[in-house]
């Protein structure tokens, strides 16, 4: 076998061994071949320490919520990821940060999966309204916060919108920014990481993904750390949509 599975089987090993297990067996009839298709792309992605296991499953979980259609693989990965260091407050807050992009549906599936996850793992989950008695001070909370998180590029955005959806423009500063983005639960790299998995898995979203992937460089990832990212989802979304994200990285890392 060549190293990306040995070093995915290790990987295996070490964390879950027993569900990469009933993985493999229930490949095992009609398709042996995905199972180890699966285990050579963990072994290759997870063997490059740009990204630290933690970061690397806040973005698949954030590409299989806003994908919407896979909660067999989202509640296994939820797990995976209690497994390597995230907490339980920290897989709902990412849920609740894919709302602005994915759409609440998608964000109420995945807190349904967590759900049935936690419930079988008695965890207990306990996440506190924060800022509900600040909803008075949104706006200028927002405003604060789309400054420090895209700078210009965020104010583009919301200048863009005012003449012809202002409502939209206040959604995006009160809402996702006022909101999502103040909340507590998540660091700003752990969000940019979780924005840009949200953003790839979605798909024609190359001009988020712009404002996004310069937020990322604002909030102190670097380069690498954005690119590693993206390619982190590519086994979940498919290459297409993972090319089109590096062309956007491309443009903004290394323009002509």
């Not at 067996?25 to 298709?37: K, T, W």
């Not at 800022?131 to 700078?151: F, H, M, P, S, Y």
């Not at 979605?202 to 712009?210: F, I, N, R, V």
């Not at 996004?212 to 498919?238: D, F, K, M, W």
Request: net charge negative; with cysteine.
């Amino acid at each position: 076998m060549n190293s990306s599975y040995e070093n995915g089987k290790k990987l295996f090993q070490e964390t879950d061994e027993a569900g990469i297990q009933g993985v493999i067996n229930g490949l095992s009839d009609v398709s042996p071949h995905i199972s180890r298709y699966i285990i050579e792309f963990f072994g290759q992605l997870f063997s490059n320490p740009v990204l630290n296991y933690q970061q690397r499953e806040m973005i698949v979980i954030s590409v299989l919520i806003s994908l919407g259609d896979t909660p067999n693989q989202l509640k296994w990965h939820m797990n995976f990821g209690l497994k390597v260091g995230i907490t339980p407050n920290e897989i709902i807050e990412i849920a609740t940060h894919c709302i602005p992009f994915c759409g609440f549906p998608r964000a109420l599936n995945a807190i349904g999966v967590a759900k049935q996850l936690f419930a079988e793992e008695n965890i207990e989950v306990n996440i506190e309204d924060e800022l509900l008695q600040n909803i008075g001070e949104r706006r200028e909370r927002g405003l604060a916060k789309l400054q420090e998180i895209d700078g210009k590029h965020g104010e583009e955005v919301v200048d863009s919108l005012a003449a012809i959806a202002p409502l939209l423009a206040e959604q995006i500063i009160e809402f996702s920014f006022g909101e999502i983005y103040s909340r507590p639960g998540l660091n700003p790299r752990q969000r940019q990481l979780v924005t840009l998995g949200a953003l790839t898995a979605q798909g024609g979203c190359e001009p988020q993904l712009h404002v996004h992937l310069n937020a990322a460089i604002r909030v102190g990832l670097t380069r690498q750390e954005a690119i590693e990212a993206l390619l982190q989802c590519s086994p979940y979304t498919g290459f297409p949509k993972v090319l089109n994200a590096i062309k956007v990285a491309k443009e903004i890392f290394l323009p002509h």
